[in-house]
T-cell receptor, first 113, second 114 residues
Framework: GDSVTQMEGPVTLSEEAFLTINCTYT??????LFWYVQYPGEGLQLLLK?????DKGSNKGFEATYRKETTSFHLEKGSVQVSDSAVYFC????????????FGTGTKLQVIP | KAGVTQTPRYLIKTRGQQVTLSCSPI?????VSWYQQTPGQGLQFLFE???????NKGNFPGRFSGRQFSNSRSEMNVSTLELGDSALYLC?????????????FGEGSRLTVL
């Protein structure tokens, strides 16, 4: 079945450091890929998405590129801020999945001043 | 516009009881899906409803059930509660439930089973 593997946390970075959170997936066909973020005390919200190979999703300075050859969708940000502290979830939805989204286990990011 | 609303936010039950959780989607959204979030398993898909019909179901026992009403509001029910059912139950809505749509999540209902 479908699965998503992302790097375990917690990840602790200093403000303005470069961030990479690795994500790889297993799925049949051509799934859509997502990064969701969960800020403390809030529900999950979509950060960015990519729906086909070589697409780059971007939002709030975060980027991720859909790499079919390596089945990866790594999240990057050039300069993190304290306000980026949250749990980040990589996710996929197989074609025709009717919101049966498969999530990774989440990576907690803590940014210190 | 109002977001996804889940009630109750917190509840405590004992083993063997049953529980019903409610979800009101964003106005105009017709797809509602449910997820269970636990520290060990992460987020796991329970089921999805559209126009009062269940279109997709995850790998959960029959004790977990749901329904959707004509106004798109949804409920999920867990019968004969077990300790392992303690979790955060998240509801998400989207316009039609198609694969590329963004899911809008509620803040969840945290269930503790004693």
């Amino acid at each position: 079945g479908d699965s998503v593997t992302q790097m375990e946390g917690p990840v602790t970075l200093s403000e303005e450091a470069f961030l990479t959170i690795n994500c790889t997936y297993t799925a049949t066909g051509y799934p859509s890929l997502f990064w969701y973020v969960q800020y403390p005390g809030e529900g999950l919200q979509l950060l960015l998405k990519a729906t086909k190979a070589d697409d780059k999703g971007s939002n709030k300075g975060f980027e991720a590129t859909y790499r079919k050859e390596t089945t990866s969708f790594h999240l990057e940000k050039g300069s993190v801020q304290v306000s980026d502290s949250a749990v980040y979830f990589c996710a996929l939805e197989a074609t025709g999945g009717y919101q049966k989204v498969t999530f990774g286990t989440g990576t907690k990011l803590q940014v210190i001043p | 516009k109002a977001g996804v609303t889940q009630t109750p936010r917190y509840l405590i039950k004992t083993r063997g009881q049953q529980v019903t959780l409610s979800c009101s989607p964003i106005s105009g959204h017709r797809s509602v899906s449910w997820y269970q979030q636990t520290p060990g398993q992460g987020l796991q898909f329970l089921f999805e409803y559209f126009s009062e019909t269940q279109r997709n179901k995850g790998n959960f026992p029959g004790r977990f059930s749901g329904r959707q009403f004509s106004n798109s509001r949804s409920e999920m029910n867990v019968s004969t509660l077990e300790l392992g059912d303690s979790a955060l139950y998240l509801c998400a809505s989207s316009l039609t439930g198609q694969g590329t749509e963004e899911l809008f999540f509620g803040e969840g209902s945290r269930l503790t089973v004693l």
